[in-house]
């Protein structure tokens, strides 16, 4: 059993840095190595891999933020419109999933990728298992998504003397050994566009989906928590991506990248 502790902090004066900032920053930081290099080997350009990820993460964010208050918390939301706007506090993931997916299609509309954004998503998903174990290991050390109680040997005691899942915990254990799939994966040659994308959905989608049975503070509609909902169209559309038939052949290209390679 993993004893109650505070979340590590560091104090610079007015400011405070937290164990959870510093992971988040730590796994965005992989995920974009990850991404530049992965790009760079399959002949994309990786610039325009980063402006994606870029979009990608500002979507995320205000997708994740926004979601947490209109359908975590909407009477608090209601009452206080201007906690819209503070985008530091409170995050959905799901919401961060939907953010992200407007960030992209924004963006690949915008640079008129055509089929060739199959490749770029798929760089950026092959690197996200890697940085969302950081994430999610900020969370445990956050404890900010307590569980149902349990005596499991990872179980950890709450703040409130109760011993409980630490669901940070128990999907970055999960994660783990996605992320070193994924890898391992991108090292045994090309694979079909979309790929990456696909998979993650299929494979993070059900055992999310389990996992929020044992959330204790997370608003429900209907039985099913929002992540839970998130988690089924997530799955579904995971599949329809792995059998799209008119999906790019593997091979990536190498010059020219219709639109997606401009520097303006």
């Known amino acids: ?66 979601i947490d208050r209109l359908v975590y918390y909407p009477a608090d939301a209601l009452a206080n419109p201007w906690s819209l706007l503070r985008f530091w506090e409170g995050l959905s993931s799901f919401g961060g999933f939907l953010g992200a997916i407007v960030g992209a299609a924004l963006f690949v509309r915008l640079q008129r990728m055509g089929s060739q954004k199959w490749f770029y998503l798929d760089v950026v998903a092959y690197a996200f298992p890697t940085s969302w174990f950081f994430g999610r290991t900020g969370c445990f050390l956050a404890y900010d998504h307590p569980g149902s109680e349990t005596s499991i040997v ?90 799209i038939p008119s999906r790019p052949k593997p091979a990536p290209p190498h010059a020219g990248c219709e639109g997606a390679c401009r520097t303006e």
């Open 1 to 66: 059993m993993i004893p109650y502790f505070v979340q590590p902090s560091l104090s610079l004066g007015p400011i405070s840095i937290h164990a959870f900032g510093v992971l988040v920053a730590v796994g965005i930081l992989i995920g974009m190595r990850l991404i530049r290099r992965r790009a760079a080997g399959w002949g994309l350009d990786p610039f325009a891999a980063e402006r994606l990820t870029i979009w990608i993460l500002l979507g995320g964010f205000a997708g994740a933020h926004l």
């Open 154 to 243: 990872l179980a950890q005691r709450y703040s409130d003397g109760v011993v409980r899942h630490n669901l940070g915990l128990d999907e970055a254990l999960y994660t783990l050994p996605v992320a070193l799939l994924f890898l391992w994966l991108g090292r045994r040659g090309r694979r079909a566009p979309g790929f990456f994308v696909g998979w993650l959905a299929v494979l993070y989608a059900p055992v999310r989906f389990l996992l929020d049975f044992l959330r204790i503070a997370d608003v429900r509609y209907f039985r099913f928590t929002p992540g839970q909902y998130g988690a089924v169209v997530l799955f579904v559309v995971g599949v329809l991506i792995l059998t």
